[in-house]
C-alpha cells in the first residue's frame, strides 16, 4: 500500500474469524498541513482514487491552494446552503433551481426540528445515530414516516450527504 494510503474494511469483516474477506474494502488517502499541524483524511472506494486526491492534495497544499480549515456547524453549513439555493448557484440533481415551496419546507423543518437539536454540531460530529435518534422522536411524537424523511432532507441537502435512516 503507497504511503498515505490505507485500507479500510467493514467493522463486521470475516478475516478478523481467520476467513477470507467478505467486505468490499475502500481506501483512506491523507495528507498534513505543516502550516496547520493537522492531517486532512478523504475516503474512496479505490486505491486508484485515493492515490490520485493524494498526489492533488499534496500539490495544493504546497501552493496553498488548500487548507485543513475549520469544520463549520449545521446551522453554519445550512445558511450557506439556502443562501445558494436562492440566489441559483446552489441547484437540484436536474440542474434546475430549487422551487419557492421546497425552500419553504426546508427552512420550516431546519428551524423547528433540526437546529434546535443539531445546529450547534459541526458536520464532523454528527453521526447516522444522531439523525437516526432524531427520527425516531419525530415518530413517537405522531409524525408519519413521509413526514419524518422529508424533515430530515434539508439536513442532506446542506451537508452533501444521503440519508439512509430507518422510518
Known amino acids: ?9 467493514a467493522r463486521a469483516w470475516r478475516s478478523r474469524e481467520g476467513r477470507g474477506c467478505s467486505c468490499t474494502p475502500t481506501y483512506e488517502a491523507q495528507v498534513y498541513s505543516a502550516r496547520e499541524h493537522k492531517r486532512i483524511y478523504r475516503t474512496f472506494p479505490t486505491e486508484t482514487a485515493a492515490r490520485t486526491w493524494r498526489q492533488d492534495a499534496q500539490i ?3 501552493h496553498g491552494a488548500m487548507k485543513a480549515g475549520r469544520v463549520p456547524t449545521i446551522r ?7 443562501a445558494g439555493a436562492e440566489t441559483g448557484v446552489v441547484l ?21 426540528v433540526i437546529l434546535p437539536e443539531l445546529g450547534p454540531m459541526h458536520l464532523n460530529e454528527v453521526r447516522r445515530s ?10 413517537k411524537k405522531g ?15 446542506s451537508t452533501g450527504g444521503r440519508s439512509t435512516l430507518r422510518m
Open 130 to 139: 444522531d439523525l437516526q435518534r432524531l427520527a425516531e422522536r419525530q415518530r
Open 1 to 9: 500500500m503507497p504511503e498515505g494510503i490505507r485500507k479500510r474494511h
Open 76 to 82: 453554519e453549513a445550512w445558511k450557506d446552503w439556502v
Open 92 to 112: 437540484t440533481r436536474s440542474k434546475d433551481r430549487y422551487k419557492p415551496s421546497t425552500l419553504r419546507g426546508y427552512r420550516q423543518a431546519m428551524q423547528d
Open 143 to 157: 409524525k408519519g414516516a413521509s413526514t419524518v424523511r422529508n424533515t430530515l432532507l434539508p439536513v442532506g441537502r
Open 60 to 62: 495544493a497544499m504546497r
